[in-house]
């Protein structure tokens, strides 16, 4: 049984830092692709940041590049975000997905809640 379980978050001030974690368990075969998602309060979940693991590319949304950092740990089998100056929009759910091919996300967490105040 896959799982994909999130740590890391708490609640930090504006321009703080947080490093998500993502552990993988009960999947034997590589991942094609890991991503970070995050849902707000009242808003659509938005896709933060993506890495495709034999690629080693790597995609960002507008809204944190430069800020945020996608990377993963094969050996831990463990995905990772480190957040620097975030910003109170940045408060939400923050949740990993994992994928076996190029098409949608198979595998998803539970979450790890962010929240920056002002």
């Known amino acids: 049984q896959v799982q994909l379980v999130e740590s890391g978050g708490g609640s930090v001030q504006t321009g703080g830092s947080l490093r998500l974690s993502c552990e993988a368990s009960?999947?034997?075969?590589?991942?094609?692709?890991m991503g970070w998602f995050r849902q707000a309060p009242g808003k659509e979940r938005e896709e933060v940041a993506r890495?495709?693991?034999?690629?080693?590319?790597?995609y960002y949304a507008d809204s944190v590049k430069g800020r945020f950092t996608i990377s993963q740990d094969n050996a831990k089998n463990t995905l990772y975000l480190q957040m620097h100056s975030l910003k109170p929009e940045d408060t939400a759910l923050y949740s990993c997905?994992?994928?076996?091919?190029?098409?949608?996300?198979?595998?998803w967490g539970q979450g790890t809640q962010v929240t920056v105040s002002s």
């Open positions: 997905a994992a994928g076996q091919d190029i098409r949608g996300f198979d595998y």
């Open positions: 009960g999947y034997t075969g590589n991942w094609y692709k």
């Open positions: 890495i495709w693991i034999r690629l080693g590319r790597t």
